[in-house]
């Protein structure tokens, strides 16, 4: 087991520098002089060759590189363009926010839609089966910036009993807050829940019809028992592994319900910094997001060791 | 004494995606009683699995028992109609419980869950389908009792941790931990290589003689029925064709199809060219002769009256025979 | 019977989407969906930018069936308008990241070895990336229309399909009759594009389709944040931009309304027919329908 962590580990690491050697070069060959944006156009040249010392910019690229990637491991990702604060400081400012949001909704998706998908995936072909499987594929088809827009429509505008964006610090109101939170989770949620039902359901079906589960109903054991223990256990191992897939869906997801509900998080970052041109904070919240990412497919491949015997004895992958 | 398997007119048919239904075995009777080994024969296509998964209730959502009947007397002398329980029901738990019936698969190594380890497996079967117990103790006893030399090891095992030989006496073991009257064991041998074979089967044989169940063996391989079988039914293309004891039915068979299978089994074994021309083995089950007998058109004796009509059962000098040739005799 | 077996390949599979409900519905949305947008300069008297002040935000009437905007025009005409060009953006888009993947999935599948390693990694990587914000930040940085929204999402969805077509290629490469055509002497081109490729082709029809629909939505986000298509050519998304404001959003129902559910419909439409196909292609996967 501890090998396996290791080997995933070492994995990870070409990996990391490839992504940052890529965002290296995007910043490198980004149009836009940073010093430019910070000192007025007409200055004397020996100003300008100050600052462009002062910011390491007049060294070769490949020193650059090397000393960009010292600056990276030391925990500095650069700084705005526009607001010259530490890119890395605007990003941990706003990572609390995305966070909350993104993992609201992937507690509440996995919950609702793997028990869904159980109970769909033993019952096929049910009515209720059947409906819960074309309305789940309506939902995914409706862009989910337009729910966003309709529920707001209802429930803020025609309703009024939810603030219409916007994020209320988590020290303040405890009501107000989770009002604020409800309407950008639950469309993050839904998208998310609705998938993973269907992948569930699919998985416990396929689960069902393998011997090993008629060796357990020849035991005697009841119908809850044979889906829980033993379909189940099985079905769900695909259903992880799968989730890292999932989750990079989210990531779009956030980035577009972030901007229809102003919620202040990485994702309006983001946006914000694309409109403004500002590719150090651009770069340094894509390299974020790779990294995270990474560090999940991490997580989820230990997971997936712990509940699959096989991989955790070294029998498989 | 009551039999203790009991099967009256059994039709069972399998939907098809296109709607078409094909019957996998019609009109199929026949009686097991206890301390028998009642084996049946047939090639693949012939109904045989459907008939244990049937005995067993375990049949597919797709399968359909048209009409008949399966009784079976339980350890209380309770009379209980399988074919009218749904798979989950109370009464099919008991069975499969204890004192009822219990079922060997073919597969032995896909037929165990490979998240959980053997002991594990086992040990849930004693925990809930009826009694609790010391199940450690009893499985280890069980499982030397399989010839596992080392049970302690075996019980923390994996399925993917050991060998088909292996995985099947620990599947015997799952079967035989439930004290059944009837052992139902649907090809299972077929999987594993020759030598384990016969230490598998070397093994029921021996459990029989010690526990005192009676077997229901579903097997292609004639010479395996011989080895094991007090009784021999031969089944093709879901239609019963010969039934009688074993070693009769066999080495004197009389139905055309029995003659059929022996000599092929003996053409395999001298190389002699077959008497009878190749059937042309085909594997779907739909009685393309629907109104006959299944085996007319390649039947070297085959009279018109096999080509229309589905030749009754026939009880004659200890046997039972579906053929024409001996109506009247 | 025996004309359908004699009719060519297309028409025979359409015959066999129709039998399925699910392919019925989605043939019919589809098909009724790009009738209209095709037809619309024909069904509609009003222009797409005929602009007209004194009419401006009017609700849906008999005079304009979806409303009009805040310049008077007529939403009717100018949504079907959006729906071409969202769905030659989204079938475009495909098109290119199809071709991408088919092409980088073969070679890659077919030469394994370090080419294969590499192409891995690479497509790795990219997977952590959402496509959106990846073609959200290349297109801001370089200002690109249409067309390089096409080549942009066509670029960011390769994975996909390289994925699917890798596996497909690597799985039919170890039967028998590939050995045997590759003995014959056929070199390795010849060998893909005659042997390899038809036998995979069902597959990746089934996964183009839905990926359409994919890239619909795709393109519907970007022009609703403003980086897609630009106005004033509709198209879905960005018609649903000007909702972002709060006054339209509450007032003027119909201008956001209708874009959107044009989406969804045309979206159930295709992917209606994508898991027609599906069953059609895969009739022994039992997992859905």
């Not at chain 1, 580990?9 to 290296?24: A, D, R």
């Not at chain 2, 079967?125 to 030397?144: F, M, S, V, Y």
């Not at chain 2, 139902?184 to 089967?201: G, H, R």
């Not at chain 2, 579903?218 to 029925?225: E, F, G, L, S, W």
Request: net charge positive.
């Amino acid at each position: 087991m501890r090998r396996y962590i290791i080997n995933r580990v070492l994995i990870m690491v070409p990996t990391l520098f490839v992504l940052s050697f890529i965002v290296f070069m995007l910043l490198y060959l980004a149009p836009g002089d940073p010093v430019m944006a910070l000192i007025t156009p007409d200055a004397p040249k020996e100003a300008i060759e100050l600052m462009r010392q002062k910011f390491g910019l007049n060294v070769p690229v490949h020193q650059r590189y090397f000393n960009w990637l010292l600056e990276l491991l030391k925990g500095n990702l650069g700084f705005s363009y526009s607001t010259g604060r530490p890119v890395l400081e605007m990003i941990l400012v706003r990572l609390p926010a995305t966070f909350e949001l993104m993992g609201f909704s992937i507690l509440f998706s996995t919950i609702i839609g793997v028990w869904l998908g159980l109970y769909m995936g033993m019952r096929p072909n049910s009515l209720a089966d059947r409906s819960l499987l074309v309305t789940s594929m309506v939902i995914l088809s409706v862009p989910q910036f337009f729910i966003s827009l309709a529920l707001i429509y209802v429930f803020s505008i025609k309703l009024g009993w939810l603030p219409v964006g916007g994020r209320t610090p988590l020290s303040g109101a405890t009501l107000e807050h989770l009002k604020h939170l409800l309407l950008p989770c639950s469309v993050l949620t839904l998208t998310m829940l609705v998938d993973l039902m269907r992948y569930t359901r699919a998985n416990v079906i396929a689960e069902a019809g393998k011997p090993y589960v008629r060796t357990a109903i020849a035991k005697g054991l009841t119908e809850e028992r044979v889906y829980l223990v033993h379909v189940f256990r099985n079905a769900s191992i695909p259903v992880i592994v799968v989730l890292i897939l999932r989750l990079v869906r989210l990531v779009g997801g956030v980035v577009v319900v972030e901007s229809v509900f102003s919620w202040p998080g990485m994702g309006t970052l983001l946006v914000n910094a694309i409109n403004n041109r500002d590719y150090p904070v651009v770069l340094g919240v894509l390299f974020i997001t790779g990294v995270a990412v990474l560090i999940a497919s991490l997580l989820i491949d230990l997971v997936t060791a712990l509940v699959n015997p096989k991989v955790r004895l070294g029998f498989e992958r | 004494m009551p039999q203790l398997l009991s099967v009256r007119n059994l039709s069972i048919i399998y939907l098809g995606q296109n709607q078409n239904p094909k019957y996998a075995l019609k009109d199929v009777s026949f009686d097991v009683n206890d301390a028998e080994s009642l084996a049946v024969i047939g090639e693949s296509g012939s109904g045989k699995s459907t008939l244990a998964l049937a005995i067993t209730n375990l049949l597919p959502s797709n399968a359909k028992i048209v009409s008949g009947d399966i009784m079976f007397h339980d350890v209380s002398g309770k009379l209980v109609n399988i074919a009218a329980q749904p798979c989950y029901s109370d009464e099919m738990r008991r069975l499969r419980g204890k004192g009822g019936i219990s079922i060997v698969f073919q597969e032995p190594s896909s037929s165990l869950n490979q998240v959980y380890t053997v002991g594990w497996q086992l040990a849930e079967r004693i925990q809930h389908a009826e009694n609790r117990g010391d199940a450690r103790e009893l499985i280890c006893t069980i499982l030397r009792e399989m010839g596992f030399a080392d049970p302690e090891r075996v019980y923390n095992s994996y399925p993917f941790q050991l060998s088909g030989g292996m995985n099947q006496r620990i599947m015997i073991a799952m079967a035989l931990l439930g004290e059944p009257r009837l052992l139902v064991c649907d090809e299972p041998t077929s999987a594993l290589d020759v030598t384990t074979q016969a230490q598998i089967l070397r093994l029921l044989i021996e459990l029989k003689v010690k526990h005192g169940f009676a077997m229901l063996f579903i097997t292609h391989n004639v010479d395996v029925a011989r080895f094991v079988a007090t009784h021999v039914l031969v089944l093709y293309k879901g239609v019963m064709m010969e039934k009688g004891p074993a070693e009769e039915v066999l080495e004197q068979p009389l139905h055309p199809y029995t003659r059929y299978l022996k000599e092929s089994v003996e053409a395999i074994k001298s190389a002699k060219k077959l008497l009878t021309s190749d059937t042309g083995h085909t594997k779907s089950s739909i009685l393309s002769v629907s109104q006959g007998c299944p085996f007319a058109l390649k039947c070297q004796y085959r009279l018109d009256l096999c080509i229309k009509e589905m030749p009754p059962q026939v009880d004659t000098d200890g046997r039972t025979l579906r053929c024409w040739l001996y109506q009247g005799v | 019977m025996d004309t359908i077996a004699s009719a060519p390949q297309s028409l025979r599979m359409l015959y066999q989407i129709w039998r399925l409900r699910t392919g019925r519905i989605g043939l019919i949305i589809v098909v009724t969906v790009l009738v209209l947008s095709i037809l619309v300069p024909i069904l509609s008297s009003y222009e797409i930018d005929a602009v007209d002040l004194s009419r401006s935000y009017k609700p849906p009437t008999t005079r304009n069936w979806f409303g009009t905007d805040e310049l008077g025009r007529d939403l009717f005409t100018r949504v079907f308008y959006a729906g071409r060009i969202s769905i030659l953006v989204g079938v475009s888009g495909t098109l290119v990241s199809v071709l991408l993947g088919l092409f980088l999935g073969s070679i890659s599948a077919y030469f394994e070895g370090l080419l294969d390693a590499i192409l891995l990694k690479i497509h790795e990587i990219q997977y952590c990336f959402p496509p959106i914000i990846l073609v959200l930040t290349v297109m801001a940085i370089i200002r690109g229309g249409t067309l390089a929204l096409i080549l942009l999402m066509g670029l960011f969805s390769w994975p996909t399909t390289y994925r699917l077509t890798r596996n497909l290629v690597l799985a039919v490469k170890r039967e028998p009759f590939v050995e045997a055509g590759r003995l014959m002497g056929n070199n390795a081109f010849k060998l893909l594009f005659k042997h390899i490729l038809p036998n995979i082709i069902p597959s990746l029809i089934v996964n183009a389709t839905l990926l359409v629909a994919d890239l619909i939505l795709l393109e519907a986000a970007l022009s609703f944040l403003g980086v897609g298509v630009a106005p004033p050519t509709p198209s879905w998304g960005n018609m649903l931009n000007v909702a972002r404001n709060i006054y339209v959003l509450s007032r003027m129902w119909w201008i956001w309304l209708f874009p959107g559910l044009m989406i969804a419909t045309f979206v159930v439409g295709i992917t209606f027919l994508g898991e027609a196909l599906d069953a059609i292609v895969n009739p022994h996967s039992k997992t859905e329908y």
